[in-house]
Nanobody
Framework: QVQLVESGGGLVQPGGSLRLSCVAS????????VAWFRQVPGKEREGVSC????????HYVDSVKGRFTISRDDAADTAYLQMNDLKPEDTATYYC??????????WGQGTQVTVSS
C-alpha cells in the first residue's frame, strides 16, 4: 500500500525554524520526484518546492526562496523540507506529494505549521 506520512509541524515564533519529514512506504522513493505543497483554509493548494530524482535541481516558489530547503534521503525513503526564518504568512497545512505516473498521484495527510508570536 502506497503511503506518505508527514511529520514535524508545530507552533513556532516568527524567525524560527522547523523541519518537515515525509516518509514513503509501499514504493521506492528514489524512482520519483517529490514535492511539498501547502494550503490555507479557503485558498487553493500552493506548490512550495519540488525535487526530482537523482541530482536534479530543486525548485521553490518565490516566497520561500532562500529560506526553505528541500532534500531527500532515498536510503530512508524520506523527503524533508527545512524551513528557516519562518513568517506568519507561512502558516498552513503542509502536504507531501509523489506523482507515481500510471501508478497514481499520492498525498500525505498533512502537517500543520503555525507561525505566531
Amino acid at each position: 500500500q502506497v503511503q506518505l506520512v508527514e511529520s514535524g509541524g508545530g507552533l513556532v515564533q516568527p524567525g524560527g525554524s522547523l523541519r518537515l519529514s515525509c516518509v514513503a512506504s509501499g514504493f521506492t522513493l528514489n524512482w520519483y520526484g517529490v514535492a511539498w505543497f501547502r494550503q490555507v483554509p479557503g485558498k487553493e493548494r500552493e506548490g512550495v518546492s519540488c525535487i526530482p530524482t537523482g541530482d536534479g535541481t530543486a525548485h521553490y516558489v518565490d516566497s520561500v526562496k532562500g529560506r526553505f530547503t528541500i532534500s531527500r534521503d532515498d536510503a530512508a525513503d524520506t523527503a524533508y523540507l527545512q524551513m528557516n526564518d519562518l513568517k506568519p504568512e507561512d502558516t498552513a497545512t503542509y502536504y507531501c506529494n509523489a506523482d507515481l505516473g500510471v501508478l497514481g498521484d499520492y498525498w500525505g495527510q498533512g502537517t500543520q505549521v503555525t507561525v505566531s508570536s
